[in-house]
Each structure stands twice: as structure tokens, then as C-alpha cells.
């Protein structure tokens, strides 16, 4: 089987991306997405995303882990598939699209993709963590020194603590560097490794990093290990809402595999 694929980056988070509008791609091929992800025998990515036809927005964003299995939202991967979007002359400058966790809006301007994220209702304080879900749950906590700090190790560990049980979570360790800039290092379940990149796991940091009054300001930059994002949010009576994730995202080569 041949299959024609793009691939796509948002600050080093890197996915294959696919369009599937005849739906001629098998979304039930668990090894085969995981193959294709591989980056010894496949293509190599943190993901899979299939853009697909939608009756009454523009596009429908369907996102895989690189083990294979549909997972939760991807903010990086929801910006990428964005500028994939107005590759394919299905957009220009805006977009709405559904995903896993509901309708999100888009913009591109250049290389730089904006993404409306969920509300956020929910952020639970803890004594030496955050815990909060911004369409995929983030653990967040602080650490002193991210540069020596062993993430695949201490991520694994808390991701499969008896805390979150068998679904897990994705955990991110932050440093503050001013008060409306954070650096950040992500563990992600499903990559089940540290990516150089997690949107979601950025949007938690900033609003955790606001809920626990590390920040005072409502629009944060986060630097990952794959380059720089901001996130702007406001608050509410609830929570967090009208909140983006702001950042390149862009098509890195595109080719075609035999599989």
C-alpha cells in the first residue's frame, strides 16, 4: 500500500499528516498508524492526524497517538492541521473545525497559528502539583532544574502512579524565569516519552502557573524545548476561557511510503 503523506511541526511536536476526505485511510490499523510513526522504520512523528470532510465546519481533525491509538486533543497538532488546512486551499485565514473534545477556531497569519482552546471550569491545587484538563489532563509542578532533570523517568513515574490510574496523564515540569515566562519540559502519554513540544501541555502551565499565582499576567510565553509559544486566556467566574495557543507550526516535507 502507498500512501501520500505531509509532514508538519509546531515547535518541534511533529506529526504526519494525512488527507482522508475520500476516507480511504484505515483509522482501525492501530499497527499501521504506529508504523508509521516510527522513526527507525516509518516516517517518524509524534503523531498521526487525518484531516477529514465535515457537513457543517471545514474540516474534521482526527488525532492518533504515535502507539497507534486515537487519543485526546493536540494543540500543537490542532495548529498544524490548521496550516495543512490552507495548503489544501480549504481555508484561508480562519478556520473552525471539530476535533475529539468539540469545535475549536483557528487563525494563520504566515507561519503563525492561533488556536482557541476549551474553557477550562476546573484547576485542582495540590500540595506540590496542578492538576487540570485543557482537552487532554496535565499533571503541572515546578522544579528548580529542568536542564538535569531525567523527564522519561520522572514523567514515567508519575503518569503511571496509582494517582491517575490506568488512563494516565501527561505531566510537565516548570521553571520560572519572569513573571509572565516559563520554561517547560513535557512528558507525554501515548509518545510515552518527553516531546519537544506539547500544546496542551503549555495552555495547563500557563493557567496553572495563574492559578497558583506564579504569573499575574494573562498572557504568558511558555519556552519548550522545540522553541517558543504564548498563551492568552481570561478569566471567569468558572474558570479560564477564551483562551489561545499562539505559534509557528509548519510543513516540514511531504513524500509518499510503501507499507
Not at 21 to 46: P, V
Not at 54 to 79: I, L
Not at 91 to 109: S, V
Not at 113 to 132: A, I, T
Request: with cysteine.
Amino acid at each position: 500500500m502507498q500512501t501520500l503523506f505531509y509532514k508538519y511541526q509546531g515547535t518541534g511536536n511533529d506529526f504526519v499528516m494525512i488527507d482522508n476526505r475520500q476516507q480511504e485511510f484505515d483509522k482501525n490499523n492501530t499497527k499501521r498508524i504506529a508504523f508509521l510513526c516510527d522513526r527507525r522504520f516509518g516516517i517518524g512523528a509524534d503523531g498521526l492526524i487525518l484531516l477529514e470532510a465535515h457537513d457543517s465546519v471545514d474540516f474534521k481533525m482526527v488525532y492518533f497517538n504515535a502507539d497507534g491509538n486515537e487519543s485526546s486533543m493536540c494543540g500543537n497538532g490542532g495548529r498544524c492541521i490548521t496550516a495543512f488546512a490552507k495548503f489544501l486551499g480549504i481555508i484561508e485565514n480562519k478556520a473552525t473545525f471539530e476535533a475529539i473534545d468539540g469545535l475549536h477556531e483557528a487563525t494563520i497569519d504566515n507561519t503563525i497559528v492561533s488556536l482557541k482552546m476549551q474553557d477550562v471550569d476546573k484547576v485542582e491545587r495540590f500540595e506540590n502539583h496542578v492538576f487540570l484538563d485543557t482537552g487532554s489532563p496535565h499533571h503541572v509542578q515546578m522544579e528548580p532544574d529542568l536542564k538535569t532533570l531525567d523527564v522519561k523517568s520522572s514523567g514515567s513515574k508519575i503518569r503511571y502512579s496509582e494517582t491517575y490510574g490506568q488512563a494516565g496523564t501527561n505531566v510537565n515540569f516548570v521553571c520560572k524565569n519572569t513573571n509572565d515566562n516559563f520554561s517547560v519540559r513535557t512528558y507525554e502519554r501515548g509518545v510515552e516519552d518527553e516531546t519537544l513540544s506539547c500544546g496542551t501541555g503549555v495552555t495547563a502551565v500557563a493557567l496553572a502557573m495563574h492559578t497558583l499565582g506564579a504569573s499575574t499576567s494573562n498572557i504568558i510565553a511558555l519556552q519548550t524545548e522545540g522553541g517558543a509559544l504564548k498563551v492568552s486566556f481570561e478569566t471567569n467566574d468558572n474558570g479560564y476561557e477564551n483562551i489561545w495557543l499562539i505559534g509557528t507550526a509548519t510543513q516540514v516535507f511531504k513524500g509518499e511510503i510503501n507499507d
